[in-house]
């Protein structure tokens, strides 16, 4: 296989940058250390490892200092999270939502759990996330507002809410966002999955809009295993995700009477805990990410065919995957680059198949989708593990 001159300099930069692979190093590998056995360990001696107990409580008061949201609610993972977001803002059957079509798959599947209509979106190329420009202009044209809600005149479906999502932990341009949603009656949903300790104009990711997901998966900033949160911006509407994540069961000392259909969305106390020792490093995480980000946007200024996708403007992001630009590639070129890379021992990989191309998604609504097709084929993730910058 000859190497075609992006690829030598892609791992030109690799080697550069992180030194030579002697195992293969990850795209984002979890960190533990002492703390975080001790707090797990507490929980374990403690007795409390499932439903209910201190951690989960300590985790979102903890959670809430970091963002500055009005009330956080722990969950068992991040799609669950992105559930309950679309159940509460009112999101029914056959509704459609707005929603990138360049994200992971669980963003539009959380809509699909509600039998909801996802309607793909498309993204700008310098932040990665929907183009709120793009946007009004396409909902000018192919919507309209009866009622003081909005519709799709084609399909003649409600359109209630849009979802956007922080790629990679680069903050989308949040403030046009809000006015786009605000203008158009849609409810703002942030999947801030991959966002945690990133921030758009000093505000953190997750916070412009009611309703936030997060999540604690194992290859996320920090994790608890599996996890995740749902962040809310009014308190009323923050005991009620509480509630309906819980089983929507009334507090008594021995009667069992719940009264809605609730979910078991509960994150276990044990999970929690890990993830109270977790915080406390996240800025420590941020802090060495940010600077092996650096170290690769440095490096890559060498190198004419490799652009690296740093921050946009007015926002600091926690890097959590570093990302590549790579103009001069085809999605033809995908395979042979990643099995360069992986043979040197740099794991690499493209961002994901952009969903309205996955069979279950392609025969929904969608509006031009230029840049999510151009970007899919041209993004390569770096391995972006916050360790790196420590081991060089
Ligand atoms: C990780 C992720 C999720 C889902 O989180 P899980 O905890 O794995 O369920 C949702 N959206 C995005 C963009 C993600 O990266």
């Avoid at 953190?204 to 309703?211: C, E, M, V």
């Avoid at 790579?326 to 994901?352: N, V």
Wanted: with cysteine; glycine share 6%.
């Amino acid at each position: 296989m000859k190497m075609r001159r992006f690829e030598e300099e892609l791992l030109s930069l690799l080697r550069k940058t992180l030194g030579e692979a002697r195992e293969p190093l990850q795209l984002h590998e979890p960190e533990f250390n002492e703390a975080d056995v001790e707090l797990v360990t507490d929980c374990v001696r403690s007795g409390w490892v499932s439903s209910v107990g201190k951690y989960v409580d300590q985790f979102e008061r903890d959670l809430e200092k970091i963002t500055g949201a009005r009330r956080a609610v722990a969950v068992c993972n991040g799609t669950a999270a992105l559930h309950v977001c679309l159940k509460v803002a009112g999101v029914e059957p056959d509704d459609e939502v707005l929603v990138p079509s360049l994200t992971f798959v669980a963003t539009a599947n959380a809509i699909r759990y509600q039998f909801a209509i996802p309607h793909f979106v498309d993204v700008e190329t310098a932040t990665l996330g929907v183009d709120p420009d793009k946007l009004r202009k396409y909902l000018e044209a192919a919507t309209e507002i009866k009622n003081n809600q909005l519709f799709n005149i084609k399909t003649g479906r409600k359109i209630k809410a849009l979802i956007v999502m922080h790629a990679f932990g680069h903050p989308c341009r949040m403030e046009k966002l809000v006015e786009v949603a605000q203008d158009f009656k849609l409810e703002l949903i942030e999947d801030a999955a991959e966002s945690l300790g990133s921030y758009y104009k000093n505000k953190h990711t997750g916070t412009f809009a009611r309703l936030a997901a997060l999540s604690f998966n194992g290859n996320k900033i920090v994790t608890t295993g599996g996890g995740g949160a749902v962040l809310i911006s009014d308190e009323d509407l923050g005991k009620h995700v509480k509630h309906l994540t819980t089983t929507a069961k009334l507090s008594h000392p021995w009667a069992f009477n719940h009264d809605e259909v609730g979910y078991n969305y509960r994150l276990p106390n044990l999970n929690a805990a890990l993830g109270c020792a977790q915080l406390r490093k996240l800025g420590s995480f941020v802090e060495d990410k940010r600077k092996l980000a650096n170290r690769y946007l440095k490096n890559s200024q060498d190198y004419s065919l490799l652009k690296f996708c740093a921050e946009p403007a007015d926002s600091k992001s926690n890097y959590w995957l570093n990302t590549v630009l790579i103009e001069s590639m085809t999605q033809e070129d995908q395979p042979q680059l990643f099995e360069h890379c992986h043979k040197a021992g740099y794991i690499t990989r493209p961002a994901w198949t952009p969903l309205h191309r996955l069979k279950m998604y392609s025969s929904f609504p969608k509006m031009d989708l230029t840049n999510t097709e151009w970007l899919a084929a041209r993004l390569v993730n770096l391995p972006s593990s916050a360790k790196l910058v420590r081991d060089i």
